[in-house]
């Protein structure tokens, strides 16, 4: 009987040990799973976030709106770090390179980049907004080529 009770008991442990690991197993796929990469999408360029990832820096002054954005693990040629709102008067070279200057060493903590910027300048001659312009900053990396990473510190 001893050895009837022993093999019940090894048998219930087999049993119990085979639905455990079943369990950890599908919750181990489950868990780890990363979501799946945004789609490369159009946005306009004066509509761009910080994060945002872009095939190429548009021509403004030559009239292109929309950009191609990617996720940041796709070659791309530059990434949004910053939008500052802006006087008009101030929405000048001078004052975006120290902004961008000073939001990329924030931004990536330092590092093979340059600073590049857009300015937005929605003005409303009716309205009282102090701030109609907005400076997006956007980085490169410093030899020309792309980028295949974000350039967020961690």
Known sequence: ?????????????????????????AC?????????????????????DAGDCITDVPAV?????????????????AEVFLRRPTAVDTAVTDVADTVCAAGLARYTGGGPFVADYLIDSNQDRTSADPLPST???LL????????TTSARKA
């Open 135 to 137: 400076i997006i900053c």
């Open 61 to 77: 002054d030559t009239g292109e709106v929309t950009v191609t954005v990617v996720d940041c693990a796709a070659p791309h040629r």
């Open 140 to 147: 490169e990396a410093g030899n020309g080529g792309l980028l």
């Open 1 to 25: 009987m001893a050895s009837g009770a022993s093999f019940s008991r090894v048998a219930h442990w087999a049993i119990g040990a085979a639905a455990a690991a079943a369990v950890l197993t």
């Open 28 to 48: 181990a796929a489950t868990s780890h799973a990363s979501p799946a990469a945004p789609a490369p999408h159009t946005k306009n360029w004066f509509d761009l």
